[in-house]
C-alpha cells in the first residue's frame, strides 16, 4: 500500500540512522546503520522527497565536521540527512538524563531506576526546542512529520508554541506505562499534553495503547471513540500553563488518533543474509566450536530491561534441575555495551559478569565451559550466523517494546528448526504467542523448564512452531508498518495490520 497521502515527509528520531567513524585525515565517514527502520523509511523518504533529522551519535564532531559525510549519505540515499548537534550539557541533561534516567526505566515500569532531577526536565524541554528549530528550518506547508521515540515527546508543542503548526505523528518505540506507574512523572500533566499536540500517537502493542488512554481519560477526562485498531480521542482545550490542567469537563480542541502499529524487521534482507554461503560457513563454523551441543543463544543490549540476570539464573537453575542439559548444551551469551555513562548500566554489566563467573565457576567441566559470553558490538554478518547456528533464542526481557531480536531470529531460521524461548512481557509476545515458548522473566524455574522444553523438543514441533512464527514476521514486516503508521495519518485511513491480538497469560500457556 502507498502511504496514506504524497505530501513530503519529514522523520525525526534522536539519532540518525548511521554510524559516523573518524578518518585519519580529521574527516568523518558516514554508513547506514544495519536495521529495519533506514531500510523502511528512506524508500518512501526518497519517493515523498525528504529529511530525516537527527543527532549523528557524537560529542566529538562539530556540525561543519559532519556535514561533508552526512551530504555523501544524502546523495547515496537520495534523500536529506540533517544533523542536530548536541552539546555535552545537554548530552548529560536531555539524552542520559531525563530520556534514560527518568523516562526510559518508567516506562518500562521500572520506577525505582528513575532519577527525577528537575535539571533534566529544563534541558529535555531545551533540546526538543532545538529539534523543533531544526524543523522548521526545512519544513513547508503541508509537510506531514514523523516523530520518533520518547526523546521527543515534546515536539508538536513546540513547534506550534513557535507558530508552525505542522501536521505530526508520533510513534513510541518503548511500552508505555500502566497509570500508577505513569503518575509517579513530576511532569505527567505536561508530558501527556505536549503528546496530545500530535494528529496520530502510535504504540507498539494494545497494551501500550490501553495504559496511554487510561492515562489521558484520568488526567484530562478525554472521550475516546471507536473501537478498531486506530481510535480518536477528543483532547480538550487546555489553558496556557500547566496549573490550569487537570480533569473536568472542556471545549474540544483537536482530535487525534490513537493506534497500535508493532514494528517489524525487513524479513527479506535478514533471510538473504542468512542464506549467504558466508554466512552459512560461519555458522556452521560456530556450530563446530561447540562440536554438535545445542546452542542457546541470548543477544541483547547491556540494560536492566533485558533481564539479563533472570536469564543467567533460569540457566543456572536448568543446570540443576536438568543435570541431562550437561556437555549437551551452550549458552551464547552476546551483551552489547550502551549507555556506558549511566550508573545502572555499569552496575548491570559488573553484576551479569559476577554471575556468569560463578556459574561457570560451578558447572564447568574438563571439554565444557557452559557459558560463552561476549562483551561487544556484533557485525550483521556475524548476528546473522549466529541466528542461523542456534537451536534455542532465549529473550527474557523484563518489559520490552517489541524485541526485535526475537523477530530477526526466526527471519535467519531459513532452516526452520530453531525454537524462540519469549518473554510474555515483550511487545513481541502478542504477534509471536503462537509460535514461540511464553515465558514469566521472574519465574526463574518456568524458564529453566522452557529450556529443558525446547532442548528436547521433536523436530517435527520445533519445525510447525518455527513455521508460524516465520509467517508472521515475514507478513507484519516493516513495510507494512510503516505503510499502517502512514495510512492512518490519511483522512478515513485504515490500519493494515491484522494481527493484534493483545497477549494475557494464562495457565495453558
Ligand atoms: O527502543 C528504544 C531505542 O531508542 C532503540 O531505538 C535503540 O535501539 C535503543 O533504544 C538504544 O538506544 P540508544 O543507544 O540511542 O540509547
Known sequence: ??????????????????????????????????????????????????????????????????????????????????????????????????????IWPLFHDLFTNCNFQPDYWKTYQEVNRKFAAAVAEVARPGDFLWVHDYHLMDLASELRRMGLPSRAGFFLHTPFPPLEIFLRLPWRFEILRNLLEFNLIGFQTLRDRRNFLTCIKVLFNVRVKGTGSVVRVQVPAFGAEPAAMGPGPAQVAQTVSVGAFPIGIDFHAVAGLAARPEVRAKAQALKNDIRGRQMILGVDRLDYTKGLPNKLQAFRNALHHYPELHHRVNLVQHVVPSRKEIPDYRQLRLELEHLIGQINGEFTESGWVPIHYMFHNLGAEDLAAYYLAADIALVTSLKDGMNLVAKEYCAAQIEQAGVLILSEFAGAAAQLQRGALLVNPYDIDGVAAAIQRAFTMPDKERRERMRLLRRTVRTEDVFRWADAFLGATAKGGVAHLTNLEDYLPSAST
Open 1 to 102: 500500500m502507498e502511504p496514506g497521502d504524497q505530501a513530503r515527509l519529514i522523520v525525526v528520531s534522536n539519532r540518525l540512522p548511521l554510524v559516523l567513524n573518524a578518518r585519519e585525515d580529521g574527516g568523518w565517514d558516514a554508513k547506514a546503520s544495519s536495521g529495519g527502520l533506514i531500510s523502511a523509511l528512506v524508500p518512501v523518504l526518497r519517493r515523498r522527497g525528504g529529511v530525516w533529522i537527527g543527532w549523528p551519535g557524537t560529542t566529538e564532531a562539530t556540525r561543519e565536521e559532519v556535514e561533508p559525510a552526512l551530504a555523501a549519505m544524502s546523495e547515496t540515499y537520495g534523500c536529506t540527512f540533517k544533523p542536530v548537534m548536541f552539546t555535552q550539557q545537554e548530552m548529560e541533561g536531555f539524552y542520559f538524563g531525563f530520556s534514560n534516567e527518568v
